[in-house]
C-alpha cells in the first residue's frame, strides 16, 4: 500500500516532506547498490521519486528544509535517481529531475545545477548551459571538464587553458578521464558510503554518472588525454 505523504509548511517558510519513508528508502538503495543489485536500486529511488513529485503540488511553491532528515533524503533520492538516469542516456528526464530538485533546495546543496550544465551541454541547450555555468565553481574540476567539452561540441577544437587546470590542479579528474578502465570495486564502493570520499572516488563517481555522454563524444576524450 503506498504511503500517504503530505508536505508541511513551517514557521521559517521552509517545508518537510511527512510519511515518505525517504529516508529508509535512500539507504535501502545503497545496500542494494553496495551489492551489486544496481538496477533493483535504481528502481528503489525511482520508485521513491515518483511518490515524491505525486505528492508536490503544481500550484505551489516548495523549499525544502535540508535540516529535516525526511526532506532531506527526498532531495537525495531526486539527485541519484536523475543520475540514474543519465547513466542509461536517458538526458532529458535526468535534465527534468535536477531543474525540479533546484526548484525545491533554491541553496543547491547538492550541487544539481553542475550535473545540469552537463544535461544542456548533450541537448545543446547554450542558453541555459550558459545560465547554469553561473552556478558552477570556476575552481572545481567540473567547470574546467564542461568547459573543455562545451567548446569541444561547439568548435571541435579544446580550450587549452581549460585543459591545462585540469592536468595541474586537477589531476584525479583528468586520471580518471583519461583512463582507459574505470573499477567498481569493493574499495571504490565503500569510499562512496563514506561522508568524505577520496578526490580519486569523486572522479570515479563523475566518471560513471557522465559515461553515456563519453560514449557519444569518444574523439573528446582523446582530446582530453
Known amino acids: ?82 543520475t540514474d538516469h543519465l547513466s542509461i542516456g536517458e538526458v532529458e528526464t535526468a535534465a527534468t529531475l535536477w531543474e525540479q530538485l533546484v526548484e525545491l533546495d533554491e541553496e543547491d546543496r547538492t550541487e544539481a545545477m553542475t550535473m545540469l550544465a552537463f544535461c544542456y551541454v548533450a541537448l545543446e541547450d547554450w542558453e541555459c548551459f550558459e545560465g547554469a555555468m553561473f552556478d558552477v565553481s570556476t575552481k572545481s574540476p567540473e567547470y574546467h571538464l564542461l568547459t573543455l567539452w562545451e567548446t569541444f561540441r561547439r568548435t571541435g577544437g579544446i580550450e587549452q587553458n581549460a585543459l591545462h587546470e585540469l592536468r595541474t590542479r586537477h589531476k584525479e579528474w583528468w586520471a580518471e578521464f583519461s583512463a582507459e578502465e574505470h573499477p567498481a570495486d569493493e574499495k571504490y564502493l565503500a569510499e562512496c558510503q563514506s561522508e568524505r570520499p577520496s578526490q580519486t572516488t569523486q572522479a570515479r563517481q563523475l566518471w560513471f554518472a557522465t559515461a553515456t555522454l563519453w560514449q557519444q563524444d569518444k574523439d573528446f576524450l582523446k582530446k582530453v588525454k
Open 1 to 82: 500500500m503506498p504511503r500517504k505523504i503530505s508536505l508541511k509548511p513551517q514557521p521559517t517558510g521552509l517545508w518537510h516532506i511527512v510519511g515518505g519513508g525517504f529516508d529508509n528508502i535512500l539507504q535501502h538503495s545503497h545496500d542494494l547498490e553496495y551489492d551489486g543489485e544496481w538496477e533493483a536500486a535504481c528502481e528503489a529511488r525511482l520508485e521513491g521519486v515518483e511518490q515524491i513529485l505525486n505528492a508536490l503540488d503544481e500550484e505551489e511553491q516548495y523549499t525544502l528544509d535540508w535540516n529535516d532528515r525526511e526532506s532531506r533524503a527526498a532531495m537525495e533520492l531526486l539527485y541519484l535517481s536523475a
